[in-house]
């Protein structure tokens, strides 16, 4: 049941008086519950709350923290139907979208316990001593990972599951031992409510202390404000816009104490469509972006919003095709109003650029928060001397830009900001005869993706969810898969230190049994 109120270490709380609620953006009407904004005081308290459960969570055993995990994941399932009822209410998303991403979420609560539970993430190094050795003796150093502190995590906008309460930032945070403080999103807090619910069932039957987790609920920035700049929280996890991820960025930098901002951001995930590819078939592409443009109503980070060609008969080709694939597509639900708002602004902005003319119009939409898609193109040199041009419009929109020479092809990608993704279509023969163009690709992106659509982001321990600056704003981290736990710990090491002493990982007799370095030679033996 959603009661409207936020919860700091198990207890539920509401002792503010600003209220809010959240929208269905089907019935262009306000849902039927009511949230109280969380308190300065209550911040404080859900901070102090995890700031002394860290003491004990920081060296609980992988196996403890994965049964938390695993029970996290039951505890989801067992939401069941009211769960998706109020994600469809809360995003305006068909119920089979709900399902797909509460799905991915338990997923990636069940791999990240998988990774704790067998231990050799934390990246033992050992190297023993020697004390004989001359000049100088040789000191025992033996090194590993180990967990920041408490982490604040900003709910995503745009998936109320996989990216928010128990997304993938708050599972690699408490995996690493880190306490999680959530900022709930304002247009999703009932289902925020009820995986907050979910969370402190588990903790609370764990025996961890509660103090692990809690969810705050906030409509404006007061709340996030005032958690980025307590010096309890020792890290931040976001996912959203880059004015909102540059802004925390900065108010974490000009704390006392700075502290890391992970902060997934803006990106429009060029594709360069070369006329290899486009010859052999234009149509199949056009349809295949079409699909993409308009997948989610466009709301998603990695949204194909630029498509790079050369000057030819093929990409015409494509942009002719690419007009009758929408004319098959229906106009779709935003997220939100405020979302819709913004679209509208951001495509009648770029349509108003010189040199920018329709492929795709947009139509007329009856349905309140509905919209249509918009493609425009534009010349390369215009793009060139255009920024403007280069800002992501969040929605089903995308930029088809024309370039006269393949050095003006290249000379775009360089000039283009830090992206998510990157891709190429062409033939495998073509491929292997332009690394001019991979390379310049490559220096601007964190993923490269040959002959498909950048939406679509696989969770595994492979996929690079992230990029250089503004994609996000440490390109050296995944948002995405089981290495995104690095984010949430620092190396650490140990000189001389007696053994029985030591954490387990680092012990002579490798009581973990899991995989070390050990002068040099990786190994599962003791030592």
Known sequence: MISGKSYIASEPTAKGTKTFKTFDPQKNADNPWTFTEATEAEVDAAVQAATRAFESFRSSSGKDRAALLNAIADQ???????????????SGLPAGRAQGERGRTVFQLRSFADLVAEGSWVEANIDTGDPSRTPAPKPDLRKMNIPLGPVAVFGASNFPLAYSTAGGDTAAALAAGCPVIVKSHPMHAGTGELVAQAISTAVDQSGFD????????SSGIEV??????????KAVGFTGSIKGGRALFD?????????????????????????SALEEDAAGWAQKYASSINLGTGQFCTNPGLILGLDSDAF????????????????????????KKAFDQGKSSAKEQAGTATVVAETAVTEP???????????GAEFLNNNQLHREVFGPYSLLVSCSSKEELISVIKNLEGQLTGTILASAADLSMQQDVVEALQNRVGRLIFNGVPT????????????PYPASTDSRFSAVGIHSIKRWVRPFSFQDWPNEQLPLALQNENPLGIR????????????
């Open 456 to 467: 679509g982001v696989e969770v595994c321990p492979s996929m690079l969810h992230g990029g």
């Open 369 to 379: 928060n509905y919209a249509s898609p918009m493609v425009l193109k534009v010349s």
């Open 224 to 233: 996030g404000t005032q958690l980025v700049s307590h010096p309890g929280i």
């Open 316 to 339: 015409k080709s494509f942009e002719h095709h690419l007009q009758q694939a929408f004319e098959e597509l229906a106009p779709q639900c935003m997220l939100h109003p405020k979302i």
């Open 516 to 527: 070390r370095l050990v002068n040099n030679k990786w190994t599962h033996e003791a030592i």
């Open 251 to 275: 108010l974490a930098a000009d704390r006392e104490e700075p502290i890391p901002v992970f902060a997934e951001m803006g990106s429009i995930n060029p594709v360069v469509a070369l006329p």
């Open 210 to 217: 509660p103090g692990i987790f809690s969810n705050l609920n």
């Open 76 to 90: 989801i399932m067992n939401l069941g139907d009211e769960l998706i009822e109020t994600y469809c209410a809360e």
